[in-house]
C-alpha cells in the first residue's frame, strides 16, 4: 500500500516562500499522478497544483500560477511544491495525493492521500 507523507509546513509571513515535500513508500512516484490540494478552516478542500504520469503535464490552480512551482525528485521518490509570495489566503492545511491516471483538479479522483501539513502565512 503506498503511503504519502507531507512535511514542510510552517508560519511565514505575506511574501515569504515555502518549500513542502511529499514522500511516498512502496512504489516511484514517477509512475504516477501527483496533486497538491488545500483546506482552509470553513472551507472544501481545494485543488492547487497537479502532475502527470512521468511529467508530461502540469497543471496550477489560478490562484497560485506564478507563485507556486510543482515538480518531482525521481530518485527520492518526492514530489515538492514550492511556494513563493506567499499570502494570508494561502493559509491552509496542505495535502499531496496519488492516482493511477492523468491528472484530476478533483479530489474525489485521487485514492491515496498524505495526512496534510498546515501552511500559516500572517500579514
Known amino acids: 500500500q503506498v503511503q504519502l507523507a507531507e512535511s514542510g509546513g510552517g508560519l511565514v509571513q505575506a511574501g515569504g516562500s515555502l518549500t513542502l515535500s511529499c514522500a511516498a513508500s512502496?512504489?516511484?512516484?514517477?509512475?504516477?499522478?501527483v496533486a497538491w490540494f488545500r483546506q482552509a478552516p470553513g472551507k472544501q478542500r481545494e485543488f492547487v497544483a497537479a502532475?502527470?504520469?512521468?511529467?508530461?503535464?502540469?497543471s496550477y490552480a489560478d490562484a497560485v500560477k506564478e507563485r507556486f512551482t510543482i515538480f518531482r525528485d525521481n530518485a527520492m521518490h518526492t514530489v515538492y511544491l514550492q511556494m513563493m509570495r506567499l499570502k494570508p489566503d494561502d493559509t491552509a492545511v496542505y495535502y499531496c495525493?496519488?492516482?493511477?491516471?492523468?491528472?484530476?483538479?478533483?479530489?474525489?479522483?485521487?485514492?491515496?492521500w498524505g495526512q496534510g501539513t498546515q501552511v500559516t502565512v500572517t500579514s
Open positions: 512502496g512504489v516511484p512516484l514517477s509512475d504516477y499522478a
Open positions: 495525493a496519488r492516482r493511477s491516471y492523468d491528472i484530476s483538479l478533483s479530489a474525489g479522483d485521487y485514492g491515496d
Open positions: 502532475l502527470g504520469w512521468r511529467g508530461a503535464r502540469i
